[in-house]
């Protein structure tokens, strides 16, 4: 994404949805600290918050030949809060990428994910890039549903029952 896009929430706060900088590392730790531990699990692979996990949010900033880290920042004055993030890693073949998304719980169904997602494409299309796909649990229901209405197929995964692809050819 070149530009960030900036529209208005259904509750009236500025959001912002932009690429991660090395500046927002702060409020990104924040934002994933005060996920609920089933959304943190979801996104994460483990609910609990601890060392490695922080380790891993201060490498988050994306160079764009590996992929694109997208947030979602609401704001109403001078204070930016991260309420969503969104990435995708390049594959080996360079035509493909992984992605991976969250939303804060309490801003959850007010249209952020598919805010994020809709950019998270539009950079991975703006790359040159064909297909995006991403291991969704099959217990996630709502992620399920809600990748399906991003037009996203939904297969089984070679890993097992327990994990589904979803993925999406540009
Ligand atoms: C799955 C997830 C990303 C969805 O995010 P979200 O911000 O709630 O998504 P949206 O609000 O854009 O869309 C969800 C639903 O809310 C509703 N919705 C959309 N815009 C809305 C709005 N402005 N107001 C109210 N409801 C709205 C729609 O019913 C939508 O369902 P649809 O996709 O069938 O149309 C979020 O629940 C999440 O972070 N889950 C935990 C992490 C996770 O599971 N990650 C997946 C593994 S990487």
Sequence with gaps: MDK????TTDDGALLTVRRLVESDTDKLIAFVKALSVSARYFRF????YNDDL?????ACVMNPDRGAHLIAVASRGPD????????????????????????????SHHGIGHE??????DSAKRQGLRKMWGRILASNLDMLAFVRG??????DSPDGAWQKIASITF
């Design 4 to 7: 960030p896009t900036i529209t």
């Design 54 to 58: 922080e380790e891993a949010l201060h």
């Design 45 to 48: 692979g483990q609910g609990d």
């Design 116 to 121: 994020l997602m809709g950019a998270l494409i």
């Design 150 to 155: 991003q037009g996203f197929e939904i297969s």
């Design 80 to 107: 930016e809060v991260v309420i969503g993030s969104a990435r995708y890693v390049i594959q080996v073949d360079r035509t493909s990428c992984e992605f991976v998304i969250v939303v804060a719980d309490k801003w």
